[in-house]
T-cell receptor, first 110, second 113 residues
């Protein structure tokens, strides 16, 4: 059974800190890894990482895929209170729908 | 692109009642997915459609659950004889195809009392 594990499950930081969120996976026939941000309701898409695109960056957020270690990290620099959310990692493998981890709840305090 | 729309946003029902949720995907997306999310958990897959065909159902989807996508556009998820354990956020998502990311709706929060 495909498995996605995120760590830590929760994290509290001060504004301006840099955070690193971790995601590891055990799946057959890996296709891509996705990061989502979930505030109150709908998860919103951040990045998709594949074998041909192992590093993505958007503003203060960046993500790297390590296919050898079967893992990914999501970095957020100069955190702001608006970054407070649940960050979800999910993997597409074979023909199966997205499998999600439990998420990391990030709280950024002023 | 008006996004994925779900209705209702909230539903409170008594145990034993039937409920039905609706999802309207992004119009050019041929895949539609239903997920369930409870507190402290990531979304868990329930079922998905490609056009009007239901291609996969999770073992989480008991006989009390049924989903349809009759014309390959909107979809409905019905839960019969609701139980307290059905209380959760029900998320719908759509995608262009197998290798694309999903766009999620805002979800329907079900509370069974």
């Amino acid at each position: 059974e495909d498995k996605v594990v995120q760590s830590p499950l929760s994290l509290v930081v001060h504004e301006g800190d840099t955070v690193t969120l971790n995601c590891s996976y055990e799946v057959t026939n890996f296709r891509s890894l996705l990061w989502y941000k979930q505030e109150k309701k709908a998860p919103t898409f951040l990045f998709m990482l594949t074998s041909s695109g192992i590093e993505k960056k958007s503003g203060r957020l960046s993500s790297i895929l390590d296919k050898k270690e079967l893992s990914s990290i999501l970095n957020i620099t100069a955190t702001q209170t608006g970054d407070s959310a649940i960050y979800l990692c999910a993997v597409l493998s074979g023909n199966t729908p997205l499998v999600f981890g439990k998420g990391t709840r990030l709280s950024v305090i002023a | 692109d008006t996004g994925v729309s779900q209705n209702p946003r909230h539903k409170i029902t008594k145990r034993g009642q039937n409920v039905t949720f609706r999802c309207d995907p992004i119009s050019e997306h041929n895949r539609l997915y239903w997920y369930r999310q409870t507190l402290g958990q990531g979304p868990e897959f329930l079922t998905y459609f490609q056009n009007e065909a239901q291609l996969e159902k999770s073992r989480l989807l008991s006989d009390r659950f049924s989903a349809e996508r009759p014309k390959g556009s909107f979809s409905t998820l019905e839960i019969q004889r609701t139980e307290q354990g059905d209380s959760a956020m029900y998320l719908c998502a759509s995608s262009r195809g197998q290798n694309y990311g999903y766009t999620f709706g805002s979800g329907t929060r079900l509370t069974v009392v």
